[in-house]
């Protein structure tokens, strides 16, 4: 079945670890790619999107991420991470084969950093 | 932030009884969604629209029915709620089907 696959439900770090988070994909077509965040309480908000062009693409924050179609990966990172960043984060696919109507969302990755 | 309203913010309901959820914008986008939020499952689409009176399913419509009467609003129903519809559910917006989404604050639904 077509999906998106998240590696790790839950990560814990301490403030100023690097982060990379993972997401592939099933879709063999063309996709747009998005991460969301969650902070607690909050509603979903992007953080970062990959429509074409460079794979490496900047969000807000400080957070960065890496297409690599061979791998249909699509993974965020962060240098540095803050108390801050403890938030849900959804990795999303929209594969344009379908219409473009549906945004496939992984399950999410909680990340919980320590002060 | 975009202009997302959702209404009510919380709301428990008993088995049985229909429950209308509603979506409001203020940014004249045509694409309007649809999803519950659960726990090891991320966000999953229930239907959606694509301009007044145009919607399709998504990938849990069973047991959901939408309306959108007007481009601002995104009526969802739960003709008969289950306990297995307590969920918290948010309404999303785009201007392009394929692009970025944005999020209403969500609405928490308990089905006792």
């Known amino acids: 079945a077509q999906s998106v696959s998240q590696h790790n439900h839950h990560v814990i770090l301490s403030e100023a670890a690097s982060l990379e988070l993972g997401c592939n994909y099933s879709?063999?077509?063309?996709?747009?790619l998005f991460w969301y965040v969650q902070y607690p309480g909050q509603h979903l908000q992007l953080l970062l999107k990959?429509?074409?062009?460079?794979?490496l693409v900047k969000g807000i924050k400080g957070f960065e991420a890496e297409f690599i179609k061979s791998k249909f990966s699509f993974n965020l990172r962060k240098p540095s991470v803050q108390w801050s960043d403890t938030a849900e984060y959804f990795c999303?696919?929209?594969?344009?084969?379908?219409?473009?109507?549906?945004?496939?969302f992984g399950a999410g990755t909680r990340l919980f950093v320590k002060a | 932030d975009a202009g997302i309203t959702q209404s009510p913010r919380h709301k428990v309901t008993e088995t049985g009884t229909p429950v209308t959820l509603r979506c409001h914008q203020t940014e004249n986008h045509r694409y309007m969604y649809w999803y519950r939020q659960d726990p090891g499952h991320g966000l999953r689409l229930i239907h959606y629209?694509?301009?007044?009176?145009?919607?399709d399913k998504g990938e849990v419509s069973d047991g959901y029915s939408v309306s959108r009467s007007k481009t601002e609003d995104f009526l969802l129903t739960l003709e008969s709620a289950t306990s297995s519809q307590t969920s918290v559910y948010f309404c999303a917006i785009s201007d392009r089907r394929d692009y970025e989404q944005y999020f209403g604050p969500g609405t928490r639904l308990t089905v006792t």
């Open positions: 629209s694509y301009g007044v009176k145009d919607t």
């Open positions: 879709y063999g077509g063309t996709v747009n």
């Open positions: 999303a696919v929209n594969p344009l084969n379908t219409g473009g109507f549906k945004t496939i």
């Open positions: 990959y429509f074409s062009g460079d794979p």
